[in-house]
């Protein structure tokens, strides 16, 4: 009998960001039958990304337990995940080759026919690169989430197209919208405020960095009854999903911004809700605000080009420059190709959901547990490429771990805890610091 039926659903999260953070812990609320009361587990992924403590706060979203692991102590914790603790579901919120490996590592673990939990995976936001790597990598999850209608057509097209099942794909909506419609421009002591929301590797050049915040503050200065803001995901020697190499708070140093112009962090949700007029070049943000009808423009500045992921945008009626923005200009929406993104602003967002609700509580209920799990690429549909993307995880063909892999064959005691964050802030300065110094000495 399913944990679930007799105690709260108990939900794990493996996330190896706090972007994917956020959307795995707030899917795994959306998506958990009825109104059954939650027990969250929340493990982090160690690598380049994961979340601080500052980062994981900011997000806002909290959990029973949360703590951080290796893929092959992640792997242990959910063998040992029996009887009174095990799980009724798992979210996989990782980049494509993550949720590969571990759909082949948890195979392994479960070869045994114990019960296992309901496996679901999906996308942080907007899928408008890697389409095909990205779905075959997720294939064998029970439930591959898709943010849209849009989205779902094109994820079992994708499926359809090699001959892999498309079951798993389930129609459902960023988790994360929401919040007060948007109630017009502010009247009394609030000032008009434009928002820039950046992005970490969207643009990734100095020069179209730079091209962007010189534009803002030129903004900010034309229009001194506003405000201007530059929202940014991190703090420098932070990281997210994609790397930052050129924040801007470095590059703002360099300019004489106006009184009017201020950096800004904190939950997107909070920012929104003083916002008249969103600025982006490709931010899942954008969806937030037209969720929430606030005036949203996707900048066509730097062309409207796959690199930069502003072509998703095609067709929604949001492309402008700054130079139609400092003239005035307001986007109108298209509200067809609102819809089909998943949002849902004229409402019926809470039902988005509900496909994804019935089909765990079928799940769940299913007769004699689930099947395994059966992923697309096996050693022998993909001879060349699995074995690389589990050796990245210190896994094996097989889903073993790797003679040597990291906490493989037992707990870490004290002076290896040490070492191992010894080691753990030497990597990531290198890959945060030295390594961008490098890079950019190789372009000289």
């Given at each position: 009998?399913?944990?679930?039926?007799?105690k709260?659903?108990?939900?794990a999260?493996?996330?190896d960001?706090?972007?994917r953070?956020?959307?795995g812990?707030?899917?795994a609320?959306?998506v958990?039958?009825?109104?059954?009361?939650?027990?969250?587990?929340?493990?982090l992924?160690?690598?380049?990304?994961?979340?601080?403590?500052?980062?994981?706060?900011?997000?806002?979203?909290?959990?029973?337990?949360?703590?951080?692991?290796?893929?092959?102590?992640f792997?242990?914790a959910?063998?040992?995940?029996?009887?009174?603790?095990?799980?009724?579901?798992?979210?996989?919120?990782?980049?494509?080759?993550g949720?590969?490996?571990?759909?082949?590592?948890?195979?392994?673990v479960?070869q045994?026919?114990?019960?296992?939990?309901?496996?679901?995976?999906g996308?942080?936001?907007?899928?408008?690169e890697?389409?095909?790597?990205?779905?075959?990598?997720?294939?064998?999850?029970?439930?591959?989430?898709?943010?849209?209608?849009?989205?779902?057509?094109?994820?079992?097209?994708?499926?359809?197209?090699?001959?892999?099942?498309?079951?798993?794909?389930?129609?459902?909506a960023?988790?994360?919208?929401?919040?007060?419609?948007?109630?017009?421009?502010?009247?009394?002591d609030?000032?008009?405020?434009?928002?820039?929301?950046?992005?970490?590797?969207?643009?990734d050049?100095?020069?179209?960095?730079?091209?962007?915040?010189e534009?803002?503050?030129?903004?900010?200065?034309l229009?001194?009854?506003?405000?201007?803001?530059?929202?940014l995901?991190?703090?420098?020697?932070?990281?997210?999903?994609?790397?930052?190499?050129?924040?801007?708070?470095k590059?703002?140093?360099?300019?004489d911004?106006p009184?009017?112009?201020?950096?800004v962090?904190?939950?997107?949700?909070?920012?929104?809700?003083r916002?008249?007029?969103?600025?982006t070049?490709?931010?899942?943000?954008?969806?937030?605000?037209?969720?929430?009808?606030?005036?949203?423009v996707?900048?066509?500045?730097?062309?409207?080009?796959?690199?930069?992921?502003n072509?998703?945008?095609?067709?929604?009626?949001?492309?402008?420059?700054?130079?139609?923005?400092?003239?005035?200009?307001?986007?109108?929406?298209?509200p067809?190709?609102?819809?089909?993104?998943?949002?849902?602003?004229?409402?019926?967002?809470?039902?988005?959901?509900?496909?994804?609700?019935?089909?765990?509580?079928?799940?769940?209920?299913?007769?004699?547990?689930?099947?395994?799990?059966?992923?697309?690429y096996?050693?022998?549909?993909?001879?060349?490429?699995?074995?690389g993307?589990?050796?990245?995880?210190?896994?094996?063909?097989?889903?073993?771990?790797?003679?040597?892999?990291?906490?493989?064959?037992?707990?870490?005691?004290p002076?290896?805890?040490?070492?191992?964050?010894?080691?753990?802030?030497?990597?990531?300065?290198?890959?945060?610091?030295?390594?961008p110094?490098?890079?950019?000495?190789?372009?000289?």
């Open positions: 009998m399913p944990a679930s039926a007799t709260a659903l108990r939900v999260v493996l996330a960001s706090d972007t953070w956020k959307w812990a707030l899917t609320t959306r958990c039958p009825g109104d059954t009361e939650i027990h969250l587990d929340g493990y992924l160690r690598g380049r990304a994961t979340p601080t403590a500052r980062q994981l706060q900011e997000v806002g979203v909290s959990a029973d337990s949360l703590r951080e692991v290796t893929a092959v102590e792997l242990r959910m063998a040992g995940a029996r009887g009174e603790d095990s799980y009724d579901v798992l979210v996989l919120a990782l980049v494509g080759g949720v590969q490996a571990m759909l082949h590592g948890l195979g392994r479960w045994d026919g114990a019960e296992r939990p309901v496996v679901v995976t996308y942080v936001g907007v899928v408008y890697k389409l095909a790597d990205g779905l075959l990598l997720r294939h064998g999850a029970d439930l591959v989430l898709a943010n849209s209608r849009q989205d779902a057509e094109r994820f079992r097209a994708v499926y359809e197209g090699v001959g892999a099942d498309a079951a798993a794909v389930t129609e459902v960023l988790p994360f919208l929401g919040g007060a419609a948007y109630a017009g421009e502010p009247g009394g609030r000032p008009y405020t434009v928002v820039f929301a950046a992005q970490p590797s969207v643009p050049s100095r020069k179209d960095r730079t091209y962007l915040l534009r803002l503050i030129r903004h900010a200065r229009r001194p009854e506003r405000e201007v803001l530059l929202k995901r991190s703090k420098p020697g932070e990281h997210t999903t994609h790397i930052e190499e050129l924040p801007y708070q590059l703002v140093q360099r300019a911004p009184p009017n112009f201020r950096l962090y904190g939950h997107m949700g909070e920012v929104l809700d916002t008249d007029l969103l600025v070049v490709s931010s899942t943000a954008a969806l937030e605000s037209l969720h929430r009808r606030i005036p949203t996707v900048l066509s500045d730097l062309g409207v080009r796959e690199a930069l992921g072509h998703h945008f095609v067709g929604s009626g949001c492309l402008a420059s700054w130079d139609q923005l400092d003239a005035g200009h307001r986007p109108d929406p298209d067809e190709w609102v819809a089909r993104q998943g949002v849902a602003a004229d409402g019926g967002y809470e039902t988005a959901f509900d496909e994804a609700r019935a089909r765990i509580a079928a799940l769940l209920a299913r007769p004699g547990g689930l099947p395994p799990l059966a992923p697309y096996t050693p022998v549909t993909a001879p060349g490429y699995l074995p993307v589990l050796a990245r995880h210190h896994l094996a063909p097989d889903g073993t771990p790797l003679p040597g892999a990291p906490a493989a064959d037992r707990a870490p005691g002076v290896r805890q040490v070492v191992r964050r010894a080691a753990r802030g030497a990597y990531r300065h290198g890959v945060q610091r030295v390594a110094v490098i890079r950019r000495m190789g372009e000289l």
